[in-house]
């Protein structure tokens, strides 16, 4: 209890500070006051958000207020993208709002049952004639015994449905051009390359898709975001925002 109480008194004691051999010693840690205040950044989920915030004078608070530091808008990534202003007098960036995209994606690399792939390609693409061609394909393999084993490596053979009792081998080529839903809304999906699979079991049909486009869209991603701003921001107010990608 004595040691407790002596070492509460120290601790309410200013600190002591030396000079040693030309540098600063203190026997407390010591915190830098900011010259000026920081709000709490706001999380949103939209590239329009961040637009509406500038254009709108968001958070002015008159003309006592007003800065000469530009926005800056930098897109960290394909689903993140960040609002701040230049460099405070303390150095230091205020994040005024964070953007990032929650969207959900297709379980790449996982071979599902042909029931389960067909809902997938149908939640989380862009629809278009490869996913229609994929989906009526997928939809007519007639069971496990209909997936060849004749494989190239490029194009993989499959038994196709094409009446009651008739069937015909399909060459599914490969790889296939895609558009995942995978960013901001806002924006155009990027295309994506894709290997295209199908095997049989004894649980029948399993169907996958996996990426083979070495992450290229992420970049491509990226760009249109930066693209998107540069469309989308007021005319008058370009010179006010830098946009960093």
Not at 86 to 115: I, N
């Amino acid at each position: 209890m004595l040691e407790a109480a002596i070492n509460k008194i120290l601790s309410l004691a200013e600190p002591h500070t030396e000079i040693l051999n030309d540098s600063y010693y203190s026997d407390k840690p010591l915190h830098r006051i900011n010259n000026e205040l920081y709000a709490k950044s706001l999380h949103v989920h939209t590239l329009t958000s961040i637009i509406d915030y500038i254009a709108n004078g968001t958070d002015d608070n008159g003309e006592d207020a007003e800065t000469d530091r530009r926005f800056v808008i930098h897109i960290e990534d394909y689903n993140k993208v960040l609002l701040t202003r230049e460099l405070s007098t303390d150095r230091h960036r205020e994040e005024l709002l964070y953007a990032t995209d929650d969207t959900q994606t297709f379980p790449y690399g996982h071979f599902l049952p042909v029931e389960n792939f067909i809902i997938a390609m149908q939640a989380y693409f862009i629809q278009d004639d490869t996913t229609t061609a994929l989906v009526k394909l997928v939809s007519n393999v007639t069971d496990s015994n209909s997936v060849q084993q004749a494989d190239n490596g490029l194009n993989q053979s499959v038994t196709a449905k094409t009446g009651i009792v008739t069937s015909s081998t399909v060459e599914v080529p490969n790889p296939v051009i895609l558009r995942p839903l995978c960013t901001f809304s806002e924006i155009q999906q990027p295309e994506r390359r894709f290997v295209f699979r199908l095997r049989g079991g004894d649980n029948g049909v399993s169907v996958a898709l996996f990426e083979a486009d070495g992450n290229a869209w992420k970049h491509e991603a990226i760009v249109n975001i930066r693209d998107y701003f540069c469309n989308e921001l007021p005319k008058e107010m370009l010179d006010e925002v830098i946009i960093l990608a």
